[in-house]
């Protein structure tokens, strides 16, 4: 089955620094998709970045960069430059593209970071 | 601007009552889902449908049903039998459930829901 574990339950960041959110994973499924998500207060999900299980390079939008590491199963986001604007909870998904039917993502339990100016 | 609508956006119920979220997207997404989230906690998933007219059991069906009549359309029912239902619902839609790994889930603002 698939498990997704985020060890750190909340963060401080000083305002302009970078920080790094971590995600570890386990699945038995050669070929899977790895999602970041940002929930502000308002509680809506909002999709951040992804990376495929056999992307060469490592996914990067805007501020946010993705540091896939395949052998130890980790994915970890790193938001850098960090805006008051990124104070939220921050969720790391899976999706297993063999085995899984439907587009099921499974979640972590969430990392809450709070930017401090 | 294309996306997800759902309501009432707070919700509160009496022990026993059945209860129906709406979920109306305008993405011409084929498939839709709904997660339940608990406090601190990430999401779960209950129920999802890829086309009309059918929908699968997600990791926490028990107590909850679903209809998909319309693809825009996608209601939740929290029924009686479902033991702890004080919870955040969040419904959401995405294009296919093809192997495409970046198939981007879609989420509405989420309903609160409260059992008194």
């Known amino acids: 089955a698939q498990k997704i574990t985020q060890t750190q339950p909340g963060m401080f960041v000083q305002e302009k620094e970078a920080v790094t959110l971590d995600c570890t994973y386990d699945t038995s499924d050669p070929s899977y998709g790895l999602f970041w998500y940002k929930q502000p207060s308002s509680g809506e999900m909002i999709f951040l970045i992804y990376?495929?299980?056999?992307?060469?390079q490592n996914a990067t939008e805007g501020r946010y960069s993705l540091n896939f590491q395949k052998a130890r199963k980790s994915a970890n986001l790193v938001i850098s430059a960090s805006q008051l604007g990124d104070s939220a909870m921050y969720f790391c998904?899976?999706?297993?593209?063999?085995?899984?039917?439907?587009?099921?993502?499974?979640f972590g339990g969430g990392t809450r970071v709070l930017v401090k100016p | 601007d294309g996306g997800i609508t759902q309501s009432p956006k707070y919700l509160f119920r009496k022990e026993g009552q059945n209860v129906t979220l709406s979920c109306e997207q305008n993405?011409?997404?084929?498939?839709m889902y709904w997660y339940r989230q608990d406090p601190g906690q990430g999401l779960r998933l209950i129920y999802y449908s890829q086309i009309v007219n059918d929908f699968q059991k997600g990791d926490i069906a028990e107590g909850y049903s679903v209809s998909r009549e319309k693809k825009e359309s996608f209601p939740l029912t929290v029924t009686s039998a479902q033991k702890n239902p004080t919870a955040f619902y969040l419904c959401?839609?995405?294009?296919?459930?093809?192997?495409?790994?970046?198939?981007?889930?879609?989420f509405g603002a989420g309903s609160r829901l409260t059992v008194l």
């Open positions: 959401a839609s995405s294009i296919g459930t093809g192997d495409s790994g970046a198939n981007v889930l879609t």
């Open positions: 993405l011409n997404h084929d498939a």
């Open positions: 990376q495929g299980s056999y992307d060469q």
């Open positions: 998904a899976m999706r297993d593209l063999i085995k899984a039917a439907g587009n099921k993502l499974t």
